[in-house]
């Protein structure tokens, strides 16, 4: 049975992968968080999870370089806003380079596959930072040579943070009522957290499989979609 890193565990996308893992497939025998803060607990976890809490993430990597056994899957939602990190070069420092460092690591360790959460419009080439940030992120993940790298493009992203952020509250708010009228009307720019963590999910079974010949899998929104909702079930 393979086991399962999560980075961001306590973020929106990160908290529903690590609470659908900790519900249990036959796929993933063991989950290592590494993290800030501990998240919630869960009475009804039917995963073991084994935490490593440091504050300090430059300490992050030599926690990850000795977790044992290694983990086989490393999901990936480490992301902050411009704001709470205090300007876009510590955003850049926290999402570009600690994700990159641990994914470096992680190769090293012997992970096979890597799935990270990333954006729409992801584009290394883009003239705004936050696109053109993400962007760098994918082509550097690449380039370490996973067996499978697998990348999630999502729209804006539905579900309750810890944080409030009011720009990204009222678009919430407007598809929620687009979705009311049709589900049509949010799902091509807008899409569930769960869902998002489901399809990761998904993929990642499907890689560790055999089922995906592709060494480099990109997600978009249809895909997140058909994986996360439409034909999901607990991977066996």
Same mark, same amino acid.
């Given at each position: 049975?393979?086991?399962?890193?999560?980075?961001?565990?306590?973020?929106?996308?990160?908290?529903?992968?690590?609470?659908?893992?900790?519900?249990?497939?036959?796929?993933?025998?063991?989950?290592?968080?590494?993290? &800030?803060?501990?998240?919630?607990?869960?009475?009804?976890?039917?995963?073991?999870?084994?935490?490593?809490?440091?504050?300090?993430?430059?300490?992050?990597?030599?926690?990850?370089?000795?977790?044992?056994?290694?983990?086989?899957?490393?999901?990936?939602?480490?992301?902050?806003?411009?704001?709470?990190?205090?300007?876009?070069?510590?955003?850049?420092?926290?999402?570009?380079?600690?994700?990159?460092?641990?994914?470096?690591?992680?190769?090293?360790?012997?992970?096979?596959?890597?799935?990270?959460?990333?954006?729409?419009?992801?584009?290394?080439?883009?003239?705004?930072?936050?696109?053109?940030?993400?962007?760098?992120?994918?082509?550097?993940?690449?380039?370490?040579?996973?067996?499978?790298?697998?990348?999630?493009?999502?729209?804006?992203?539905?579900?309750?943070?810890?944080?409030?952020?009011?720009?990204?509250?009222?678009?919430?708010?407007?598809?929620?009522?687009?979705? &009311?009228?049709?589900?049509?009307?949010?799902?091509?720019?807008?899409?569930?957290?769960?869902?998002?963590?489901?399809?990761?999910?998904?993929?990642?079974?499907?890689?560790?499989?055999?089922?995906?010949?592709?060494?480099?899998?990109?997600?978009?929104?249809?895909?997140?979609?058909?994986?996360?909702?439409?034909?999901?079930?607990?991977?066996?």
């Amino acid at each position: 049975m393979a086991t399962a890193l999560i980075l961001g565990s306590t973020g929106l996308v990160g908290s529903h992968i690590l609470s659908t893992l900790r519900a249990g497939t036959s796929h993933f025998s063991n989950i290592d968080i590494i993290a &800030r803060r501990s998240p919630p607990a869960a009475s009804d976890a039917r995963v073991p999870t084994k935490e490593v809490v440091e504050p300090d993430t430059s300490k992050w990597v030599s926690s990850l370089s000795s977790l044992s056994p290694t983990p086989s899957v490393l999901f990936c939602a480490l992301a902050t806003t411009r704001g709470a990190a205090g300007g876009f070069d510590k955003q850049y420092k926290l999402e570009h380079d600690l994700n990159i460092e641990l994914a470096k690591a992680a190769k090293e360790a012997g992970t096979k596959t890597y799935v990270l959460i990333s954006s729409g419009g992801a584009d290394p080439n883009a003239y705004f930072g936050y696109p053109k940030m993400k962007g760098e992120i994918e082509e550097d993940v690449k380039a370490l040579g996973f067996d499978h790298t697998i990348i999630l493009r999502p729209g804006l992203i539905l579900g309750h943070r810890q944080e409030s952020r009011a720009a990204e509250s009222a678009f919430q708010f407007v598809a929620t009522l687009f979705g &009311r009228l049709h589900s049509s009307l949010r799902d091509s720019w807008a899409q569930d957290a769960d869902a998002i963590a489901k399809a990761a999910i998904s993929a990642a079974v499907k890689a560790e499989k055999g089922e995906v010949k592709e060494k480099v899998w990109i997600l978009g929104q249809k895909e997140i979609l058909r994986l996360g909702v439409k034909e999901w079930k607990a991977p066996s």
